[in-house]
């Protein structure tokens, strides 16, 4: 069976569900049986871009990085899922141009939302000043003018957002394999 890779970008604010939701899309699709490979952001900094620090210019070349990698993998017919704040949209743009087979989600939340979600207490030690340049607080985030896919996850179940993106993959032809049952669409 022959996949067509593509390179999935979760982008958003920290808490906003995008680690979550691309478990589940995950989930289904090894259990499609089908090859992915996850990008995590926060894992990425701890490897590929150690010592990259959160200016413009550090975090351009944290997402170049990313997006390098992403655009090896896809194709050569890997699914790879990132999974990255990438706060500048004409880095993302840069990385869409670059991979072509790109679909853009973004995930939603208010920030206020974001900051009641706040498990690692970043956005708590961000307002402090403990951190500095944290992004949606002292630092932008530009959000996607017209993302693929938007999940809303103040509005949405987990298994709503998973959905959006499995049935575009769906639809533009990137799904191949049987859907699991804990998914499967119309």
Known sequence: MQ???????FTGLSGAGKTTIRMAVEKELRDRGLAVEVLDGDIVRQHLTKGLGFSKE??????????????????????????????YRDV????RDRIGDFVEVYVNAPLSV??????KGLYKKARAGEIKQFTGIDDPYEAPLNPEVECRTDQETLEESAAK??????????????????????
């Open 92 to 95: 993302r743009n840069e990385m």
């Open 114 to 119: 974001c900051e009641e979600r706040d498990v």
């Open 3 to 9: 996949q067509r890779g593509v390179t999935v970008w």
């Open 58 to 87: 550090d975090r351009d070349e944290n997402i170049r990085r990313i997006g390098f990698v992403a655009h090896l993998l896809s194709r050569n017919g890997v699914i790879v899922l990132v999974s990255a704040i990438s706060p």
């Open 165 to 186: 993106v499995l049935n575009f993959l769906k639809q533009q032809g990137y799904l191949t394999g049987q859907p699991a049952a804990s998914l499967k669409q119309q």
